[in-house]
C-alpha cells in the first residue's frame, strides 16, 4: 500500500460555482466613509462603490503576486490520463514525482513536474524533474491542476464544530454590538469550546477541501500545519501572535476618539515574525479608532503597523489609513463572507489593491463565515465579478489563498509555493480551462 506522507495530496473535482445569499446592505449614517472616498459596499448599484465616484475602478497595473510565464513541457514517459491521477510505483526511494500542469511560484509548466523528496521538501520544478529523481514514485494527473495548498489565514478554530447562525435581516456596526448586544442589537450567541476530536474533525473538513495550512487561533495534530501553535506538522516556523482583542476591549469598549481602551498591545509582540491582531472589525467610527490607536503613538496609542504586521478585518478604513498600511508593510486578511453577513460591508480591498496593500484570506468562523476555503474564495470571486467589476484577477485571488497568505503570515519561506526547497503542500484539482488553470481552483469543489 502506497504511503503519502511526505505530501499532502489532494485530489478535488471541478463543479459549478455556488452563488451566497445576497445580504440587505446599508452603511450607517455616522460611517467614516465619505461621498469622494473608496467604500466597497454591497449595493444594486456600484454608483458610489469606487473612489471619486467612478463607475468602475481605476486599479494600477501594479501587481503583489510574482510574474509567471506559460511553458509546456515534452511529456514524460509516463502518459497523462485525462480525468484521473495514475500511480506508478518506483524503486522505493522515497521520492515522489508529480507530473500534470504545475502552478510554480514563477511559470505555469503544461505536462510539468515536481519532485518531491524522502525528506518531503520540494527538489526541483520544471520540465526535466525525472532525469533528476532517483526512482521516484510517478503520479501522474490528466486535466488536472497541481496548486500550491490552501492556507487559511484566519479563523477560530475553537468554534469549528458550531453552526452558522441567522439573524435575520440585522446588521451590526461594530464586533461588540453583536457580542454584546449593545447600542439596540441583539446578541448573536455562538459556542465555542470544541474539544481535541471536534477540532480535528473540522481540520479534517478543511483539508478535504484543499487546506495545508491554518491559523486559527487554536490547534489539533495530524491534517493542518497550525501556524500559531506547535503543530506545525514539521514546518519548524516561529509561532505568529493571534490576537483577537489587542486593545484588551473584550468586555465591549467603544470609543470614537481617543484612546483609553483597557489595555493596548506593547510593541514587544513585534518581536515575533508575525503579529496578526483583530482591527476595525466594523463599519462606525469606533471602529476605525481602533486603526488610529494601533497606527500612532498618539492620545495613548502604539503604532503597530509595521512589516511583522498583519491586520485581521480592517473594514472600517479609509483611503490614508489605507496608505499607513501600505507604507509600513502591513498586510491584511480579508474574510468577506463573514463581514458581508454582519455588517453588510467588507474591507475596502479594491482600495488596497490599487495602495499596494498586501492581501490573505480566511474563513473567519463557521457561525458568520465559510466552513472551508473553497467557499471563501467563492465568496471572494462572487463580490468581485458581481460588485467590483473584476478588479481582481482569478489569480490574485487564487494567490490570496497560497502565496499571498503566507507572505502575510511570513512563513512564504517554507510554504505557500511550489518552489524548490519549499515543503510539498500541495493539491491536485481537476482544471475544466488550461489556459485560465486559476479558475479551476476558485471553482473546485470537494470528492
Same mark, same amino acid.
Given at each position: 500500500?502506497? %504511503?503519502?506522507?511526505?505530501?499532502?495530496?489532494l485530489?478535488?473535482?471541478? =463543479?459549478?460555482? $455556488?452563488?451566497?445569499?445576497?445580504? #440587505?446592505?446599508?452603511?450607517?449614517?455616522?460611517?467614516?466613509?465619505? #461621498?469622494?472616498?473608496?467604500?466597497?459596499?454591497?449595493?444594486?448599484? %456600484?454608483?458610489?462603490?469606487?473612489?471619486?465616484?467612478?463607475?468602475?475602478?481605476?486599479?494600477?497595473? #501594479?501587481?503583489?503576486?510574482?510574474?509567471?510565464?506559460?511553458?509546456?513541457?515534452?511529456?514524460?514517459?509516463?502518459?497523462?490520463?485525462?480525468?484521473?491521477?495514475?500511480?506508478?510505483?518506483?524503486?522505493?526511494?522515497?521520492?515522489?514525482?508529480?507530473?500534470?500542469?504545475?502552478?510554480?511560484?514563477? &511559470?505555469?509548466?503544461?505536462?510539468?513536474?515536481?519532485?518531491v523528496?524522502?525528506?518531503?521538501?520540494?527538489?526541483c520544478?520544471?520540465?526535466?524533474?525525472?532525469?533528476?529523481?532517483?526512482?521516484?514514485?510517478?503520479?501522474?494527473?490528466?486535466? &488536472?491542476?497541481?496548486?500550491?495548498?490552501?492556507?487559511?489565514?484566519?479563523?477560530?478554530?475553537g468554534?469549528?464544530?458550531?453552526?452558522?447562525k441567522?439573524?435575520?435581516?440585522?446588521?451590526?456596526?461594530? $464586533?461588540?454590538?453583536?457580542?454584546?448586544?449593545?447600542?439596540?442589537?441583539? %446578541?448573536?450567541? +455562538?459556542?465555542?469550546g470544541?474539544?481535541?476530536?471536534?477540532?480535528?474533525?473540522?481540520?479534517? $473538513?478543511?483539508?478535504?477541501?484543499?487546506?495545508?495550512?491554518?491559523?486559527?487561533?487554536?490547534?489539533?495534530?495530524?491534517?493542518l500545519?497550525?501556524?500559531?501553535?506547535?503543530?506545525?506538522?514539521?514546518?519548524?516556523?516561529?509561532?505568529? *501572535?493571534?490576537?483577537?482583542?489587542?486593545?484588551?476591549?473584550?468586555?465591549?469598549?467603544?470609543?470614537?476618539?481617543?484612546?483609553?481602551?483597557?489595555?493596548?498591545?506593547?510593541?514587544?509582540?513585534?518581536?515575533?515574525?508575525c503579529?496578526?491582531?483583530?482591527?476595525?472589525?466594523?463599519?462606525?467610527?469606533?471602529?476605525?479608532?481602533?486603526?488610529?490607536?494601533?497606527?500612532?503613538?498618539?492620545?495613548?496609542?502604539?503604532?503597530?503597523?509595521?512589516?511583522?504586521?498583519?491586520?485581521?478585518?480592517?473594514?472600517?478604513?479609509?483611503?490614508?489609513?489605507?496608505?499607513?498600511l =501600505?507604507?509600513?508593510?502591513? +498586510?491584511?486578511?480579508?474574510?468577506?463572507?463573514?463581514?458581508?453577513?454582519?455588517?453588510?460591508?467588507?474591507?475596502?480591498?479594491?482600495?488596497?489593491?490599487?495602495?499596494?496593500?498586501? *492581501?490573505?484570506?480566511?474563513?473567519?468562523?463557521?457561525?458568520?463565515?465559510?466552513?472551508?476555503?473553497?467557499?471563501?474564495?467563492?465568496?471572494?470571486?462572487?463580490?468581485?465579478?458581481?460588485?467590483?467589476d473584476?478588479?481582481?484577477?482569478?489569480?490574485?485571488?487564487?494567490?490570496?489563498?497560497?502565496?499571498?497568505?503566507?507572505? @502575510?503570515?511570513?512563513?512564504?519561506?517554507?510554504?505557500?509555493?511550489?518552489?524548490?526547497?519549499?515543503?510539498?503542500d *500541495?493539491?491536485?484539482?481537476?482544471?475544466?480551462?488550461?489556459?485560465?488553470?486559476? $479558475?479551476? *481552483?476558485?471553482? @473546485?469543489?470537494?470528492?
Amino acid at each position: 500500500m502506497k %504511503k503519502f506522507l511526505p505530501i499532502l495530496l489532494l485530489v478535488i473535482s471541478f =463543479a459549478c460555482a $455556488r452563488t451566497i445569499d445576497q445580504e #440587505d446592505v446599508s452603511v450607517p449614517s455616522d460611517a467614516p466613509y465619505q #461621498d469622494n472616498q473608496v467604500q466597497d459596499v454591497l449595493e444594486d448599484t %456600484k454608483s458610489d462603490q469606487f473612489e471619486n465616484g467612478d463607475s468602475s475602478p481605476d486599479i494600477s497595473d #501594479d501587481s503583489i503576486e510574482p510574474p509567471e510565464e506559460m511553458v509546456v513541457c515534452e511529456q514524460i514517459q509516463v502518459p497523462v490520463p485525462s480525468g484521473e491521477c495514475v500511480v506508478q510505483e518506483g524503486g522505493g526511494s522515497g521520492e515522489i514525482l508529480l507530473h500534470g500542469l504545475v502552478l510554480s511560484s514563477t &511559470s505555469i509548466f503544461v505536462d510539468g513536474q515536481v519532485l518531491v523528496g524522502a525528506d518531503g521538501l520540494i527538489a526541483c520544478v520544471g520540465c526535466d524533474c525525472f532525469g533528476q529523481a532517483n526512482q521516484p514514485d510517478v503520479v501522474s494527473c490528466g486535466d &488536472s491542476v497541481i496548486s500550491p495548498g490552501l492556507i487559511n489565514a484566519h479563523d477560530h478554530i475553537g468554534w469549528i464544530h458550531d453552526t452558522p447562525k441567522d439573524w435575520g435581516d440585522e446588521r451590526f456596526d461594530h $464586533r461588540h454590538d453583536w457580542r454584546k448586544g449593545l447600542r439596540g442589537h441583539n %446578541k448573536v450567541s +455562538a459556542y465555542g469550546g470544541a474539544d481535541q476530536k471536534e477540532k480535528t474533525w473540522g481540520e479534517m $473538513r478543511q483539508a478535504i477541501s484543499g487546506t495545508t495550512s491554518l491559523s486559527g487561533s487554536g490547534h489539533a495534530p495530524g491534517f493542518l500545519r497550525n501556524l500559531d501553535g506547535s503543530n506545525q506538522e514539521g514546518l519548524g516556523q516561529e509561532a505568529l *501572535i493571534y490576537q483577537t482583542f489587542p486593545l484588551g476591549d473584550s468586555n465591549g469598549t467603544l470609543l470614537a476618539s481617543g484612546c483609553d481602551y483597557p489595555s493596548i498591545d506593547s510593541k514587544s509582540v513585534l518581536y515575533r515574525d508575525c503579529y496578526l491582531p483583530h482591527v476595525s472589525e466594523g463599519i462606525d467610527h469606533e471602529a476605525r479608532n481602533e486603526f488610529l490607536c494601533l497606527s500612532s503613538d498618539a492620545n495613548g496609542g502604539v503604532d503597530l503597523t509595521e512589516p511583522q504586521s498583519t491586520f485581521v478585518h480592517a473594514i472600517g478604513l479609509v483611503p490614508e489609513d489605507g496608505q499607513e498600511l =501600505a507604507v509600513s508593510g502591513t +498586510a491584511i486578511i480579508w474574510s468577506p463572507r463573514s463581514n458581508i453577513s454582519l455588517y453588510g460591508n467588507t474591507a475596502p480591498v479594491t482600495m488596497y489593491k490599487k495602495q499596494g496593500v498586501l *492581501i490573505g484570506l480566511g474563513t473567519d468562523w463557521v457561525p458568520s463565515g465559510s466552513m472551508n476555503m473553497l467557499r471563501e474564495l467563492r465568496c471572494a470571486d462572487l463580490l468581485n465579478s458581481k460588485y467590483y467589476d473584476h478588479a481582481f484577477t482569478d489569480k490574485e485571488l487564487w494567490f490570496m489563498a497560497t502565496g499571498g497568505a503566507a507572505m @502575510a503570515l511570513a512563513v512564504d519561506d517554507a510554504t505557500g509555493s511550489i518552489k524548490s526547497g519549499l515543503q510539498a503542500d *500541495i493539491v491536485i484539482m481537476t482544471a475544466k480551462d488550461a489556459d485560465n488553470p486559476y $479558475r479551476s *481552483i476558485i471553482d @473546485a469543489e470537494p470528492q
